[in-house]
Structure formats: C-alpha cells, structure tokens
C-alpha cells in the first residue's frame, strides 16, 4: 500500500505541467478552455453584466383572473435583459407583468416575464427573476443603477 502512494505521489510531481503550461487539475486532467467551461456551466446564463441597483423602490403589477394585482417590490439588481426583484407576494413563472421604476421619467410601464418565483423562508419574501419584454429604456437602467 505505501509503495502504491509513493508511485502516484511520484508520478504527479513528474506530470506537474500539461503541455500548455498549466498545472492539472487534482484528477489529473487537464482544466478546460473557458470557452468550454462557460458552456459547461448552466447556471451561467447571463449575457449582459448584472449591477446592484441604487434606486430600488418600484412597483409590480399583473392581471390574476380578473383582478389586477399590484405590490411594492424592491429592485435588487438589473442587467440589460432583466431584473431580479424581492416582493410580498409574486406571480406565477410565465406570467406577463408590467413595473415602474420610481423616480423614473420614463413615461409608460415596463412589460416583463416571469423566469421564476422563489420563496426565501429566511429573508420572508419572493423572490422574482424577470425578463424584460422589449429593450430597457435607458432612463430606466440609468435611474436604476445610478439613482434619479
């Protein structure tokens, strides 16, 4: 058994550089390009860079049978295709929802779709994924990540 660790500790201080001049990974295989890893990564879905929002006080809306809902939200963070916000209460994933950023001049609602509705047992609240419809007006992006 001790010649068997001896051997492999032997055999890496040997292989201590791939070809590329990186060091292995701990299994032995060289790391991917970061190409491939991003790929490799579903998680990693953004396109656009995410900033934390400055002003993030905005109101919510969306029709539920006949009624249409309407909650306060806070504005967590915004990118060019979407936003992730916190409310009380949040619509279905899939739901079509129109939000006002305050302090905005922009003059009509922002339609958005809902990628998806989580509840936080810690923070006691949802949290909602949203993506935006059409292009963000850039009022609304610059008052969001920049204040009014």
């Given amino acids: 058994m001790w010649k068997l660790l001896t051997r492999s500790v032997e055999r890496k201080s040997k292989d201590a550089t791939t ?11 060289p790391p991917k390009p ?11 879905r953004r396109q656009s860079t995410r900033y ?11 029709w539920a049978d006949e009624e249409f809902n309407l909650v306060d939200a ?28 305050e302090g905005t001049s922009t003059p009509e609602s922002l339609a958005a779709i809902v990628l998806e509705s989580r509840w936080v047992t810690l923070r006691r609240r949802w949290v909602v994924r949203l993506e935006f419809q059409q292009a963000c007006p850039p009022d609304f992006y610059t008052t969001a990540v920049f204040g009014g």
């Fill in 52 to 62: 934390s929002a400055v002003n993030d006080r905005l109101w919510l809306g969306w």
């Fill in 74 to 101: 806070q504005l967590v963070n915004i990118s060019e295709g979407g936003v992730l916000i916190h409310a009380e209460r949040a619509p279905e994933a899939g739901q079509v929802v129109w939000m006002r950023l």
């Fill in 19 to 29: 070809q590329r001049g990186t060091p292995p990974s701990s299994s032995g295989v």
């Fill in 34 to 44: 970061p190409e491939a890893q991003a790929s490799a990564n579903p998680k990693n």
